[in-house]
């Protein structure tokens, strides 16, 4: 019987290593392909914020997975506007609607944004020894890019919270530095 007890406890140990491993490896988030770039029509790129405009025949790393999210998910800080007119774009995913850059409010990475499951949820920001607390309006899309719909802007990276100046207001970024910053992030 103890010898049962022990295989059972051996065979058990190995099975919840073996899925503990596929869970890993299914976490891997690989680029879904390569979009090539056009170049922009005069005047339909809007470099606001340090926009980068698609450049005739380069290619473009697009995605449809990002990191998995955990209680400090790396990511990397961008500054968007959610305004009309603004690099933005259109109206964001989640509510149609344009907000004010004086309001804490992101887009996230395609993968993160996740069909829209985090629409007008909050998450959490941390860096440079502070945090604040935003609400999720928009995706930055990690699949496309290149075209009209998307200014005529590359895809997003797939680890990128795009987020309003009120966001780097409340981290206390000095402004000459705003554009990218290295960030941890949780769902609020």
């Not at 140990?13 to 879904?32: H, K, M």
């Not at 025949?57 to 305004?83: D, M, R």
Request: proline share 6%; net charge negative; with cysteine.
């Amino acid at each position: 019987m103890e010898t049962f007890k022990l295989k059972a406890s051996l065979i058990l140990v190995a099975i919840l290593l073996f899925t503990d491993c596929l869970n890993v490896e299914g976490q891997i988030c690989r680029p879904s392909g390569t979009i090539r770039g056009k170049k922009p029509p005069p005047g339909e790129c809007n470099q606001d914020n340090d926009s980068d405009c698609c450049k005739e025949g380069q290619l473009y790393t697009k995605y449809k997975c990002s990191p998995p999210v955990s209680s400090h998910t790396k990511a990397y800080l961008t500054l968007n506007g959610f305004e009309k007119d603004e690099d933005g774009g259109a109206p964001s995913e989640c509510d149609n609607h344009y907000h004010s850059d004086d309001t804490p409010v992101v887009a996230l990475s395609t993968g993160w944004y996740n069909k829209g499951s985090r629409c007008l949820n909050n998450i959490t920001i941390t860096a440079n020894g502070r945090s604040v607390v935003a609400m999720v309006v928009d995706e930055c899309d990690s699949t496309m890019g290149c075209d009209s719909d998307h200014d005529y802007q590359p895809p997003c990276r797939n680890n990128i919270v795009d987020a309003s100046r009120a966001v780097w207001r409340a981290l206390g970024v000095p402004h000459g530095q705003w554009g990218g910053l290295d960030i941890t992030w949780t769902d609020a």
